[in-house]
């Protein structure tokens, strides 16, 4: 089973369908004993940072993550919810985030309108199972204003915005984030979720 996490930071619905239309065993829920049996969690994520982080804490959620984390649990982080994989973000205040990657978030440095939306090729950094199933310079769909500086070891993708390099799939051991809506991003969005499916095996 999936868990996609609630903790009111938008999208889980579109996320749901998404996940439930490629036949992944999914709900949406912030229960400690269906996040602890969970194979898979997902954060998904549209708002700020520190919003994110609050809600996480206010929940309760922080050291059930700590612990599914710790003990190989496969996490996914989308948009939002793959910022606050990092450890610390700027968006508004200063906040501390999950920690789980190494980076900041931070505005992104570019003379280009912000926020970044819209669809971006993605380009590869190094193989990785969650790329098995779509080709370098795929489209996928970007909202975002605020991106990870990034451990260039931890970068599975990028793509390029105003001259930028941004990560857009990132991962280390059990962990991935994904900088793009893949619920937003159609067939190639369902192809990384279907990839992310056979890594669980679930």
């Known amino acids: 089973m999936v868990v996609i996490i609630d903790y009111n930071v938008g999208n889980v619905k579109s996320v749901l369908n998404t ?17 602890e049996k969970a194979r898979g969690i997902i954060l998904p994520g549209v708002g700020s940072f520190p919003i994110a982080m609050k809600n996480l804490k206010d929940f309760g959620l922080l050291e059930i993550l700590d612990n599914c984390k710790n003990k190989g649990t496969k996490i996914l982080g989308i948009c939002l919810g793959m910022q606050i994989l990092f450890e610390k973000g700027y968006e508004i205040q200063e906040t501390k985030g999950l ?12 003379k280009e309108k912000l926020p970044h939306m819209g669809w971006n090729q993605l380009l590869f950094n190094k193989k990785h199972p ?5 080709n ?10 605020y991106m ?22 990132v991962g280390k051991d059990n962990v991935l984030g994904c900088q793009f809506h893949p619920e937003k991003s159609g067939d190639v969005g369902e192809n ?11």
């Open 19 to 35: 996940c439930k239309r490629i036949g992944l065993d999914v709900i949406i829920s912030r229960k400690k004993e269906d996040i």
């Open 99 to 110: 920690g789980y990657l190494k980076g900041e978030v931070k505005l992104i440095k570019t």
């Open 130 to 134: 969650i790329l098995n199933n779509i």
């Open 136 to 145: 370098e310079k795929d489209d996928v769909y970007f909202v975002h204003s």
């Open 148 to 169: 990870a500086d990034f451990n260039i070891n931890e970068l599975i993708c990028y793509t390029e915005y105003g001259g930028v390099r941004i990560p857009a799939l």
């Open 192 to 202: 990384i979720l279907k990839a992310w499916k056979e890594i669980i095996k679930c």
